[in-house]
């Protein structure tokens, strides 16, 4: 597995952070702050409720298996044990990234990277239901229709979109990015 490129992070943050500051207008830490407590409000207990459904005492539940790896699971008549290490491995990163994830965003801990890994958390998440649970279309559902509460394409769509916002922002004023990364403050023009 490739580690990641700090020059390539870099670039990248960096393009978001010029982002906010020419193309946003001022203020716009305000937008991260809403966007966050809109995410605890919407998002956070669905994810850790999810979570929770993953766990068993100390370790992982039957259930996390059977919802990460649902085909595979049934081939093996539901018994983890016979599972290759790889597969526990998924299981638990996943199960963790589904606790830790929201928690950071919640709190504004570095907002823009939880932002982006939740927006592949739930890339995994929406593929695992099409094509490991065998969603329909009816399901899935599609955009540019009527429907404004299809669970795979409008819901996950407002999601994403959310996240997003987040990845561009900020955590906003009141993130635990602002203590541990403080901006430099802006001259008086």
Same mark, same amino acid.
């Given at each position: 597995?490739?580690?990641?490129?700090?020059?390539?992070?870099?670039?990248? %943050?960096? /393009?978001?952070?010029? !982002?906010?500051?020419?193309?946003?207008? &001022?203020?716009?830490? *305000?937008?991260?702050? =809403?966007?966050?407590?809109?995410?605890?409000?919407?998002?956070?207990?669905?994810?850790?409720?999810?979570?929770?459904?993953?766990?068993?005492?100390?370790?992982?539940?039957?259930?996390?298996?059977?919802?990460?790896?649902?085909?595979?699971?049934?081939?093996?008549?539901?018994?983890?044990?016979?599972?290759?290490?790889?597969?526990?491995?998924?299981?638990?990163?996943?199960?963790?990234?589904? %606790?830790? /994830?929201?928690?950071? !965003?919640?709190?504004?801990?570095?907002? &823009?990277?939880?932002? *982006?890994?939740?927006? =592949?958390?739930?890339?995994?998440?929406?593929?695992?239901?099409?094509?490991?649970?065998?969603?329909?279309?009816?399901?899935?559902?599609?955009?540019?229709?009527?429907?404004?509460?299809?669970?795979?394409?409008?819901?996950?769509?407002?999601?994403?979109?959310?996240?997003?916002?987040?990845?561009?922002?900020?955590?906003?004023?009141?993130?635990?990015?602002?203590?541990?990364?403080?901006?430099?403050?802006?001259?008086?023009?």
């Amino acid at each position: 597995m490739n580690e990641p490129n700090p020059a390539l992070l870099t670039k990248v %943050f960096g /393009l978001l952070r010029r !982002i906010e500051e020419t193309e946003l207008p &001022r203020g716009v830490g *305000l937008l991260g702050l =809403g966007t966050r407590l809109v995410f605890a409000s919407v998002l956070l207990r669905f994810f850790w409720s999810s979570a929770l459904t993953k766990i068993d005492g100390f370790g992982l539940s039957l259930n996390a298996y059977a919802q990460i790896f649902p085909r595979k699971m049934e081939a093996l008549g539901y018994d983890p044990s016979q599972l290759a290490a790889p597969y526990h491995f998924i299981a638990a990163f996943g199960t963790i990234a589904e %606790f830790v /994830l929201p928690l950071f !965003i919640l709190i504004g801990l570095f907002t &823009r990277l939880s932002s *982006l890994a939740m927006i =592949g958390f739930i890339g995994v998440m929406t593929l695992t239901d099409i094509y490991g649970h065998g969603l329909t279309a009816e399901t899935i559902g599609s955009f540019f229709n009527r429907f404004q509460d299809e669970v795979i394409a409008d819901q996950r769509l407002l999601w994403v979109w959310m996240l997003i916002v987040l990845g561009v922002t900020g955590g906003g004023k009141i993130a635990v990015d602002r203590l541990l990364f403080p901006q430099p403050r802006e001259s008086a023009k």
